[in-house]
């Protein structure tokens, strides 16, 4: 997972520190940032493949940064939101649905299911349009398949 990049943004050092030794091992190339403003500015330049962001930022809060970039990605990049202020599930539901967060975390956190789904994210991000056949061969296929499975035509005896 070497190729993969990850923006994690937030405005306490030591927590941009130990979110950084998480990733450590993973082998991904981490950009950090401790302001909404300096976050959306590396998301331009860096092009990371996942962002990690505590939702109380200066300068741009988390959640109108988390729905900048979604909006302007349409999905395609996914953010995690961290946050020790937003506490409850109102605040996750809201991140979730109206935001588009991918996935939602209260500090403290359990630092093994952070890595877990960031590293699914990552992995789920794969473009998928390599695995899949162009839809003509998938078509042809599925008609092959229904002329096999087709029961014989029975044919009309006179009585």
Known sequence: MAEKKLLIVDYDAKNLEHMTEL?????LQIVQASDGQQAYEKYQEEKPDL?????????IHGFDLTQKIYSETKGSVPIVIVTGLYKGPQYKNEALRSFGAADYFEKPFDDKQLVNSVINLLSDEVDIDEDLPDPDTV???LSQMSRKKAPPQKEDKPS
């Open 139 to 141: 078509i042809s296929l």
């Open 23 to 27: 990733f450590a091992a993973h082998k």
């Open 51 to 59: 962002i990690i962001l505590e939702a109380m930022l200066p300068k």
